[in-house]
């Protein structure tokens, strides 16, 4: 007799076995891994998570399906049904490809677009009814992105991807886009992302920079605070710190 790991969780759940049951524990398992990134505010949150694993579990259903064993009496087969879920693998890179942005010279996203990824493949999982296996790789993955991610930060001393300064300063509207230039030609590459918005002072506009900093760079928050309240019709300057994006 053979032991299978998959086996406690699969033969408890065994007599409740249906497609609307593997459909319903999709949901739950994007539902573990999706509360992780909705907490961490990455772009891909709690329903990207939850769709992506309830399609991948959808897809795998209507393979089975149409498969020899699937089908119903009398049917006939035309096809290769496995290619229905192999595309899954693949599709899910144009899903992936959306949550992955350019940030100046950094990428980001490249940790949520491989939880996609893994998303997909547990959907799968669940859509072939091995429940045990399916939980046990959506806790590994809340583990991965939740204890390594600190572990890089605090215990290995990553800090190669650095931190994001988000300035705001008030000035006239006529100074908007001589100040808009100053942030480009002082801050470079540093220089994310600027816009401005109007205040409802129509002779006064805020601009809003977002900068990256790296250890290797001199940018710090008192050397931006320093240079912005030295800048001349400057009204007000608020300068935080963000997280940036994994």
């Given at each position: ?11 408890v ?81 144009f ?30 999982l ?34 190669t ?34 816009s ?19 250890p ?23 300068v ?7």
């Amino acid at each position: 007799m053979t032991f299978s790991f998959s086996e406690p969780l699969n033969s408890v759940l065994a007599q409740w076995d249906n497609p609307m049951m593997r459909v319903a524990w999709a949901l739950v398992i994007g539902i573990i891994v999706g509360i992780e990134r909705e907490i961490s505010q990455r772009t891909a949150g709690l329903r990207t998570h939850v769709l992506v694993c309830m399609g991948a579990a959808i897809f795998t259903l209507i393979s089975i399906h149409i498969s020899p064993h699937g089908l119903t009496s009398g049917a006939t087969q035309s096809g290769d049904p496995a290619r229905i879920a192999a595309q899954v693998v693949s599709g899910i890179g144009f899903i992936g490809g959306g949550a992955v942005l350019r940030h100046g010279a950094n990428i980001r996203g490249l940790t949520t677009a491989a939880s996609l990824w893994m998303m997909a493949s547990i959907g799968m999982l669940a859509g072939l009814g091995d429940y045990t296996l399916s939980l046990m790789a959506a806790l590994t993955t809340v583990g991965v992105l939740f204890i390594f991610g600190r572990l890089e930060r605090n215990l290995l001393g990553k800090h190669t991807k650095g931190f994001q300064i988000l300035a705001k300063i008030a000035v006239p509207r006529d100074a908007v886009e001589n100040t808009m230039g100053w942030f480009e030609a002082r801050f470079g590459d540093s220089a994310l992302e600027i816009s401005t918005t109007e205040s409802v002072d129509s002779q006064v506009s805020h601009v809003r920079c977002l900068l990256e900093s790296q250890p290797a760079r001199t940018l710090t928050v008192h050397s931006v605070v320093r240079q912005l309240e030295a800048l001349d019709n400057v009204q007000s300057v608020s300068v935080a710190v963000v997280r940036p994006q994994e």
